[in-house]
């Protein structure tokens, strides 16, 4: 098992110091699902709920959060993100909606947070929206799917296998 590299000998939390590290082009791709009521999914897909446009408003908050992780995870670093996306698939058979966000920079440290936190933020507005319909949703699933750049190179999550 790697180090952790958050804690100083004292065993007191410290940010790391990236000063150093090689810019490389970084990528992660985090994944998370909803699961709601198939009317509830039903209704966001026709455009029926009355807060409005639910993965549009979604894929917003998960935007900004992924470029203000660093504000909200005490360790992380603030970084020139490149690009963000958020994409949805709907399963309307099933109530679920699994949520994609990848994240791109070039610098010294990796956007794994990043794209977990604008999947996490995705995933919290569809509730928030939905939530006077279907209080029992559950949000669920959140991991890293992929990354790749610096110096541990490629990961993919194993339970991305099947996919």
Do not use: W
Request: aromatic share 4%; glycine share 8%.
């Amino acid at each position: 098992m790697t180090d952790l590299t958050h804690f100083d000998a004292d065993g007191k939390a410290i940010m790391v110091d990236v000063g150093d590290k090689d810019t490389t082009r970084r990528i992660a791709v985090a994944r998370g699902e909803v699961t709601m009521q198939r009317e509830t999914l039903a209704r966001i897909l026709d455009r029926r709920v009355e807060k409005g446009d639910v993965f549009g408003v979604a894929r917003l908050a998960g935007i900004m959060a992924a470029k203000k992780t660093s504000e909200l995870i005490p360790l992380c670093h603030p970084l020139a993100i490149s690009s963000v996306t958020v994409e949805f698939s709907p399963d309307p058979a099933t109530g679920r909606v699994e949520i994609e966000a990848t994240v791109k920079v070039n610098g010294p440290t990796g956007v794994e947070m990043e794209a977990l936190t604008a999947v996490s933020v995705a995933a919290l507005t569809i509730y928030d929206m939905c939530k006077a319909a279907d209080k029992a949703m559950i949000i669920g699933r959140i991991r890293l799917a992929e990354k790749s750049g610096g110096r541990s190179g490629h990961f993919l999550n194993p339970t991305e296998g099947a996919r």
